[in-house]
C-alpha cells in the first residue's frame, strides 16, 4: 500500500495551503485502524514528524506547527488532510503522510514552497 500525496504549492509567507493524502489502495478497517501521520523533511535536513491523528480525530502536532496547522481525515475515503496557515519560509519542505509507525510504503511527497516577505531596495541617484 502506497500512500498519495497532492496540493503542494508555492505561496507568500502568511498565506495557506491544504495538502491531501489517499491511501487508496489500503483495505479500509486497516486505514481506519491506524494512527495517521503527517512528515516533513526540507533540504539537507531529516525527516520530522508534524502531527498525527487517531482513527477518532484526536491530534498532535510538533510545537513549531501548533495553532497554524489542522490535520484531518476521512475514513471512508481513506484519506488524511494537512491545512496549514500562517505559513513561515521555514515551512518549506516535501510532505509526506504515514500512519505513526510508518507501516505503509512511502510515497512521492507533495512540495510545499513558503516565499518569504522579500524586501525593498531604493536606488536612487
Known amino acids: 500500500v502506497q500512500m498519495v500525496e497532492s496540493g503542494g504549492g508555492s505561496v507568500q509567507a502568511g498565506g495557506s495551503l491544504r495538502v491531501s493524502c489517499k491511501a487508496s489502495?489500503?483495505?479500509?478497517?486497516?486505514?481506519?485502524?491506524?494512527?495517521m501521520a503527517w512528515y516533513r523533511q526540507a533540504p539537507g535536513k531529516q525527516r520530522e514528524l508534524v502531527g498525527t491523528?487517531?482513527?477518532?480525530?484526536?491530534?498532535n502536532y510538533a510545537e513549531s506547527v501548533k495553532g497554524r496547522f489542522t490535520i484531518s481525515r476521512d475514513n471512508s475515503r481513506k484519506s488524511i488532510y494537512l491545512q496549514m496557515n500562517s505559513l513561515k519560509p521555514e515551512d518549506t519542505a516535501l510532505y509526506y503522510c504515514?500512519?505513526?509507525?510508518?507501516?505503509?510504503?512511502w510515497g512521492q511527497g507533495t512540495q510545499v514552497t513558503v516565499w518569504g516577505q522579500g524586501t525593498q531596495v531604493t536606488v536612487s541617484s
Open positions: 504515514n500512519s505513526d509507525t510508518g507501516d505503509f510504503a
Open positions: 489502495r489500503a483495505i479500509t478497517s486497516v486505514f481506519n485502524s491506524k494512527i
Open positions: 491523528i487517531t482513527r477518532l480525530s484526536d491530534t
